[in-house]
């Protein structure tokens, strides 16, 4: 689940930011000079409530401890310390406080709420719902309870559940924000892409500085094949948050759906001057330069994707067909063989060791790539053919005639495979058979004609199989 985010424009939120480390400083002088009391406890309460809020929470725990050393049974004070310690994600001593907290107040609903948070928090699911539901019992209209119990159900993936309760709540509360902020995102999962992106501009209507709810719109846009409307979520995105390489890496995605190659390589380019160590933004600047056809370039970014993680087999592939693209068929079948070794189950990888092994005149081997091409993808009408015509030129006819029918039984329109069989059985003196099938590829694709005359310049003198052919 993504985390919301609530988040000004740069400027501001560093104005802020200045602001509160003055208040923060100011604050700390008062006490140093004894003017707030830190053994009182209404002044300890102040203290600890000033700290909470500019999330200084370790300073919050120090005098929150000292205030509980003075009231030990004061349920706010625990609660208050366990709320302390959830954000020190020191989880375990959250839910102890809070237990304890409950053990004096039983009915105050806020501690249910907050206990409900630290079990999420640990990914006690149950446990959780539990502390929601208890809250839920004591104010049905608890706004804060039924959102939290929702956020917990998006978690585990229940999806629809999280979905009406967040609507209860935006009947409880028509302007929560997170509310449409997280029903974007489970909408987004619940493959409802149009419902998502309504629901992240109700969010942005209200908190129109969230960088998250502007990317996570982008990335909806992107998914359904908006990629202009996606490009100005990511710029929004950006204005607001600068050094953002998720943004930046998924509008060079867009640039380069749209075929904005040039644009796509600066965002990459970008992504990788805050992230150097991104392997995917490597790997799709090589990609950008293949398109590009800048090959040398292409194997480079490539090469860096690699550098940092060598595991990336995408790389290995795109690298290899650089290479290939260049003529340097050892370096492109060594790239092949590690993609195809990282990933056995993709059968494009398979296909191009293949090819790279018939072109390096390793047939055998190349039919052994073939034939895994055709397990994993058995409907590959080309992959049966470059098998039955390989087969066919190491002289194994019988195989290869039945490799090709089952091309042709896949595809009927696709002429090599008629010819190739044509081809076999003329190897075979099977000429009749043969004829009818340079016949048929004929039709299919013409220009098989001159190629036929070439490679068998007797049977085309041959006045009888000619008339077969053309019958």
């Not at 400027?11 to 923060?24: F, K, L, M, P």
């Not at 087969?391 to 019988?398: A, D, P, Q, S, T």
């Amino acid at each position: 689940m993504s985390q919301y985010d609530d988040f000004d424009d740069n400027e501001s939120h560093s104005q802020s930011s200045e602001q509160s480390e003055e208040a923060v400083r100011r604050f700390r002088e008062l006490i140093k000079t004894g003017q707030k009391d830190i053994n009182n406890p209404d002044a300890l309460e102040e203290i600890i409530q000033f700290y909470f809020f500019h999330e200084k929470f370790d300073e919050a725990l120090t005098y929150v401890e000292r205030l509980l050393s003075f009231q030990p049974f004061n349920s706010d004070a625990l609660q208050r310390k366990g709320m302390i310690l959830n954000n020190l994600t020191r989880y375990e001593e959250a839910l102890e406080c809070f237990e304890r907290a409950i053990s004096l107040n039983p009915a105050d609903t806020e501690i249910y709420v907050n206990q409900g948070i630290a079990f999420d928090n640990v990914n006690k699911v149950e446990e959780a719902m539990a502390s929601f539901d208890k809250a839920v019992a004591l104010d049905p209209l608890h706004s804060d309870a039924l959102f939290h119990k929702a956020v917990t159900l998006e978690k585990i993936e229940k999806f629809e559940e999280a979905v009406n309760l967040f609507k209860t709540v935006l009947q409880i509360d028509p302007d929560h924000p997170e509310v449409w902020y997280e029903m974007g995102f489970c909408y987004d999962y619940m493959d409802k892409p149009e419902d998502s992106i309504r629901c992240y501009d109700e969010h942005i209507n209200r908190d129109p500085y969230n960088f998250n709810a502007w990317y996570n719109r982008g990335i909806v846009q992107n998914r359904i094949g908006k990629f202009q409307e996606s490009i100005v979520s990511y710029e929004y995105a950006l204005a607001i948050k600068e050094d953002f390489p998720s943004a930046l890496f998924n509008m060079g995605n867009a640039y380069a759906n749209l075929g904005k190659l040039q644009d796509a390589i600066k965002c990459f380019k970008a992504t990788i001057d805050l992230d150097p160590k991104d392997d995917a933004a490597w790997h799709n600047l090589g990609n950008a330069y293949e398109e590009l056809q800048q090959y040398t370039d292409a194997i480079f970014h490539y090469s860096q994707a690699l550098r940092y993680n060598a595991e990336h087999h995408e790389s290995y592939f795109g690298r290899g067909c650089c290479y290939d693209a260049l003529g340097k068929l050892p370096e492109a079948l060594k790239d092949y063989r590690k993609a195809a070794s990282l990933q056995p189950s993709f059968p494009e990888y398979w296909y191009a060791c293949a090819d790279a092994e018939y072109n390096s005149d390793n047939k055998d081997v190349a039919l052994q790539h073939y034939v895994k091409v055709t397990q994993l993808e058995p409907k590959n009408y080309e992959a049966w053919f470059d098998y039955g015509d390989t087969l066919i030129e190491v002289g194994n006819y019988k195989e290869g005639i039945f490799a090709l029918e089952q091309s042709i039984k896949l595809n009927e329109k696709f002429g090599l495979s008629h010819f190739s069989r044509a081809k076999a059985l003329a190897g075979l003196n099977r000429f009749e058979e043969a004829a009818n099938e340079f016949s048929a590829s004929f039709i299919i694709s013409p220009e098989l004609r001159s190629e036929f005359l070439s490679i068998f310049p007797k049977l085309a003198s041959w006045r009888w199989f000619m008339k077969l052919i053309n019958r």
